[in-house]
């Protein structure tokens, strides 16, 4: 046995062992069923002897009636018999693709923030549509080619040699030879089926960027350049469906015509047999027609191991998803009720070092900050220097390669991804919001609130104003990424989306940036309103939210370079002062043009 049917195998165990074996009974249920089905088929072309011989021959008036009213319970039986195997094996069928589908959301959701950002969008999307539909179609037809066309090949041929065994060999000898094409075609199909899945991936990904990339794509002016872009893939998709159908219509003409032949002998054998009054036409007939219905079966068995590639290449991309562990764990046994909240808890950042997974480079290089409990300390240095990459260890979207991070002397590697998450507070620049009403964004990711919580949020973060304005108020949706909102009226969701949290930590990222003077001041006296009674730790461009912090630390390739207050810092730091002379100028410009 090769690698790839061993590899088959193992997929197809663990499909059957974890989403199929599940559903037993009806699985027993539809696998009997299939065996009617099976049966009832192999039963009409057996009966053709009998009409023949016994009603059209020997004008027999008792099987006139018999054999009618035998011809319609076969057919009730068959019928009801395929209902019931359709209806489970749907069942069985969708509730893979359900299960997986299940699994797949919570798996991904889980993996570490470094795997979303190397995997694409569109490609994860189209794994959950596309390959998941593929496995669920080849394992339903697995189920029922192994099973019910199998059964029904058997049949079949067990009513050939019933009549007449030398015909029945002489008609097997003919089944090789029209797999043989058959299977060549489905190879082909099979390549052919692969490149179109890669296909469909690319082009749901490329239509999910440009989609959401839509206010670009005009401001650019771009939209024939991006026609042209998702024209190239359509076409690319219909070259390979058109050349898959082409591919696959040379298989039933190829087999008419190898049938034809394997016919056209077997009337001359059997009809001489006819003749010479060794058989009779009802035996001939029937054997026939058994030979004419198993070309189906044939055909779909020759058919299953493309079928079953393509699903297996799917199999393989949906269960790297749904093996994917994150690679930073939580603790088991978390210590969150060794920190007493209320009690004054510093953070301690020792010795970090960090650089990002895939990359060699030292982001961050052996850091040391302690930041004491209600203190507010801004984080200042050119961009790309590291301050962002600091924040997000914070609340562990990342670990650090070197070094810890504790609260209250507690690792936060011993704490649980929930405390954490809600000790640290985020505002940071690239603020994300949900296709949802204005309340929901708010209240996103809190659960203990009041309504009166709610309002204070909204008035201490300036959104009491313009929501009123909404004609629905709080339950205005606000479109894909908040697209009814202002970059200000995001950011101040954002901001009593924090109020509501009322996490004892702050983190700020440039919450402030790409703003008018104005809305500045109203997030400037909300952000301030925020911060009292905090610990915070803010990243600002502006240097006025930072004049005021408690310290202030320089990061410079990675490293801390300095700290110390406003006043210090301006007359003994290099970069502060340089960065508070580019602010200055900044702000003068900006004065001069308004
Ligand atoms: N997800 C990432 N993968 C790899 N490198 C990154 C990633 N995010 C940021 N970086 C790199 O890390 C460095 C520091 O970035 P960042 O912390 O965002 O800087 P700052 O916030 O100080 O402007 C930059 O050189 C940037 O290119
Ligand atoms: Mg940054």
């Known amino acids: ?128 549509i596309a390959d998941v539909g593929a496995l669920s179609r080849g394992v339903h037809n697995v189920i029922i080619n192994i099973i019910k066309d199998s059964f029904t090949f058997v049949f079949l041929i067990g009513v050939m040699f019933y009549h007449d065994i030398k015909l029945a060999f002489l008609a097997l000898f003919v089944f090789p030879v029209a797999i043989y094409p058959i299977r060549r075609i489905g190879k082909r199909l099979r390549k052919i089926s692969k490149s179109t899945q890669v296909g469909f991936g690319m082009l749901t990904s490329k239509l999910s960027e440009s989609f959401s990339a839509i206010k670009t794509i005009k401001a650019f002016g771009s939209e024939n350049f991006e026609s042209k872009r998702i024209d190239k893939e359509i076409i690319n998709i219909f070259n390979l469906t058109y050349k898959s159908t082409k591919v696959n219509s040379i298989a039933r003409p190829l087999m008419e015509i190898i049938s034809g032949c394997a016919i056209g002998a077997i009337i001359f054998i059997g009809g001489s047999q006819v003749i010479q009054g060794q058989t009779t036409p009802g035996t001939f007939f029937s054997f026939l027609t058994a030979l004419l219905m198993a070309y189906q079966p044939v ?59 895939n990359s060699t480079k030292l982001i961050l290089k052996n850091i040391n900050l302690e930041i004491y409990n209600g203190e507010r300390v801004a984080l200042v240095g050119y961009s790309g220097a590291g301050k962002t990459t600091l924040l997000n260890l914070l609340p562990r979207f990342f670990d650090p390669y070197k070094g810890k991070i504790e609260i209250g002397g507690i690792d ?127 990243i600002a461009h502006r240097l006025s939210t930072v004049i005021d912090a408690d310290r202030i630390v320089i990061i410079n390739n990675g490293e801390v370079v300095d700290i110390g207050k406003h006043s210090t810092l301006i007359k003994t730091s290099k970069i502060y002062k340089h960065l508070h002379e580019l602010q200055f100028k900044t702000k003068n410009e900006k004065n001069l043009k308004t």
């Open 412 to 538: 936060v590697k011993n704490l649980s991804f929930n405390f954490i998450r809600n000790y640290f507070s985020l505002v940071s620049q690239d603020i994300v919001l949900f296709d949802e009403t204005i309340k929901y964004n708010i209240c996103y990711g809190s659960s203990k609130y009041s309504k009166a919580d709610l309002q204070n949020a909204c008035k201490k973060s300036h959104c009491t104003e313009f929501i009123k304005k909404f004609p629905k108020g709080f339950n205005e949706i606000i479109g894909e990424n908040g697209s009814k909102l202002s970059g200000g009226q995001k950011q101040r969701v954002a901001i009593a989306r924090a109020f509501i949290r009322n996490s004892p930590f702050l983190l700020l990222d440039e919450a402030t940036s790409s703003l008018d003077s104005r809305s500045e001041k109203k997030i400037h006296d909300s952000l301030d309103k925020l911060i009292s009674n905090k610990t915070a730790l803010i």
């Open 1 to 128: 046995m090769n690698v790839k049917n061993k590899n088959t195998i193992r997929l197809l165990k663990r499909l059957f062992a974890n989403y199929v074996r599940k559903h037993h009974s009806k699985l027993i249920i539809s696998i009997f069923c299939m065996i009617v089905v099976a049966g009832a088929t192999a039963l009409n072309a057996w009966m053709m002897q009998p009409v023949l011989d016994e009603i059209f021959i020997n004008k027999n008036k008792t099987l006139i009636v018999f054999i009618p009213i035998a011809v319609i319970t076969i057919a009730i039986f068959k019928g009801i018999a395929s209902y019931i195997q359709s209806i489970f094996m749907s069942f069985i069928g969708y509730r893979l693709v359900a299960d997986i589908q299940n699994q797949m959301f919570r798996a991904a959701i889980r993996c570490d923030l470094s795997f979303h950002n190397e995997i694409n969008s569109g490609t994860m999307v189209s794994r959950f």
């Open 299 to 357: 055909k779909s068995l020759a058919s299953l191991n493309a079928t079953l590639q393509i699903a297996m290449a799917s199999a393989e991309r949906v269960f790297e998803i749904l093996d994917k562990k994150p690679l930073m764990k939580e603790t088991k046994h978390p210590k969150d009720n060794m920190i007493d909240l209320k009690e004054k808890n510093n953070i301690n950042i020792s010795k970090i070092s960090f650089k990002y997974p």
